[in-house]
């Protein structure tokens, strides 16, 4: 029985490992490369740099205007999640508390576009942005993602005021509190948890989504970190050096927001996909 | 208190933030996309007709339409299977024992967290230099391959990166319906005589049958899609050997022929299979759900 049972560890931990290491090898492949000369890297691929050099570093974070793309990153994400958070619990509380057949029309159709591909829209949307002349514009993009992004979220929210208890909209109805206030005092403190998975699948999202801007945003000024680094691997062919620390410095910024809030993400991600 | 008396028009004004977005960049464009599959503008004139079902009628001919549906439908087929059996082993082998759990967990999530641009790149490297370099100076001959070039290996090659991707996120939602099944019900199963084998197939699959059903859906959603990986990999070439949907609807409105109308025109046909692909599902697990 002990001997089945070692056996038995062996093999698993032995799939695991062998799993990890392929899961692993690209992004290593890639941090080990990037400090090369490109001399060395025609040499050996695998072999390790001879020094740790931030030469390709310096080169590209300059070329794809790092910080730039970073800054554009963060308003996107930042004003595109802040959006779709403050206007899908508005409406997600209303939504459940309020029981007439307008209600739970707005609610279907709140939710029957989630079927609708991105690419079915996306010609139609492209014209739209030109129209209402937000192409190019971050601000404008965020308000897109807002409305690419409600279905979902009042989805989620309307899901969880069913478990908050009307006593507590009663006592500050009578305490005087107007729907408003009763809203940002009582409510949205309440509704944290969920708003905390939103949060983490919207900032994700658009963090790393590629085809909007890609089709949205010409001006470079505009760039965000995909799209620099789209660029720059346009540019650089086969300059590997370059590219690979451009793509090390492009993922940076998400593997350190893995490390810092790794258990909420996971905890964010199944409880969306679950709950969705 | 006008809540009380008009509960629509709070109603109303409480969704209106969300209405007005919802309407301008999702409702009205799919509305719209309606309109313009059936008229020829393109991206030179300022005015477009009305063409009637001329573009259907054109996509109904288009070769290169039908073969990125082709290589959508097979990319798909490979990814709702593939990306599920190693999720759901991986999750499985995590759950079983008791070490290094966290560990784990953290490795196979970190590649859904990066970009599948970024990611694709990083394995474009891996396929066009590193594993050259193993088949020359370790013999590992069966490397030796054109991986990005030649479609039959490039759609390998697209497969293993998309898989790359997603796993680590549906690993997470079996996980989660793991930890569900009440550890009684396997050590009574193991009492009676069932092996590991009986019990994962008898027990574990039923119980954790809902989040198969998420799991499925969502690689099959994914899998109509596809766009970042393709893009970044072969940017759907050598030639048009493999390009899915969203790419030849890309191609069509955004590279060289800038043909809205009939690009739109595309996008309406996917639509509706994406459509038809959703509904015989939620039959399908309708009923089957029915019947337990």
Known sequence: MKRKRLIGDILVYGFLTAAALVTLFPLLMALMNSFKTNGELLTSVIALPTAV??????????????????????????????????????????????????????????????????????????????????????????????????????????????????????????????????????????????????????????????????????????????????????????DWTAILSALILAALPVIVFYALFQKQILKGISEGAVKG | MGSRRHPNRSLLLFCLPALVVYALFKLFPAGAGLVYALTDWNGLNRDYDFVGLRNFAEIFHDRYYWDSVLFTCKYTAVMVVVSNVLALGLAVAIESRRRAKGFFRTVFYMPNMISMVIGGYMWMFIFTKVLYYLADNYGMKFLDRSWIGDPRYSFIAICVVAAWGAVGYLMIIYMAALQGVPRELKEAAAIDGAGGWISFWKIVLPMIRHAVTICVFWALNAGFQVFDVIYALTGGGPGRATQSVAINIYEEAFRGNIRYGYATAKSTVLFIIVLVITMLQLYLTGRKEQEL
Request: with cysteine; net charge positive.
């Open chain 1, 53 to 238: 050099r931030f030469d390709n570093y310096v080169r590209t974070f300059e070329k794809m205007h790092y910080l730039r793309s970073l800054g554009n990153t963060v308003i996107l994400s930042g004003v595109g999640v802040g959006l779709i958070i403050l206007f899908s619990a508005l409406a997600g509380w209303k939504l459940c508390r309020t029981k007439t057949r307008l209600s739970g029309f707005l609610l279907k159709l709140f939710i029957f576009s989630m079927l609708i591909p991105f690419s079915s829209i996306m010609i139609p949307l492209y014209r739209v942005t030109l129209l209402l002349k937000l192409k190019n514009s971050l601000l404008g993009l965020a308000f897109v993602y807002a409305g690419l992004g409600v279905s979902m979220a009042i989805f989620l929210y309307n899901g969880f005021v069913k478990s908050i208890p009307l006593e507590l909209e009663e006592a500050a109805a009578i305490d005087g509190c107007g729907p408003l206030q009763t809203f940002f005092v009582v409510i949205l403190p309440l509704l944290k948890p969920i708003t905390a998975t939103i949060c983490i699948t919207n900032v994700l999202w658009i963090w790393n989504d590629f085809l909007l801007p890609l089709v949205v945003v010409s001006d470079s000024r505009k760039y965000t970190l995909l799209l620099s680094t789209n660029t720059l691997f346009g540019q650089y062919s086969s």
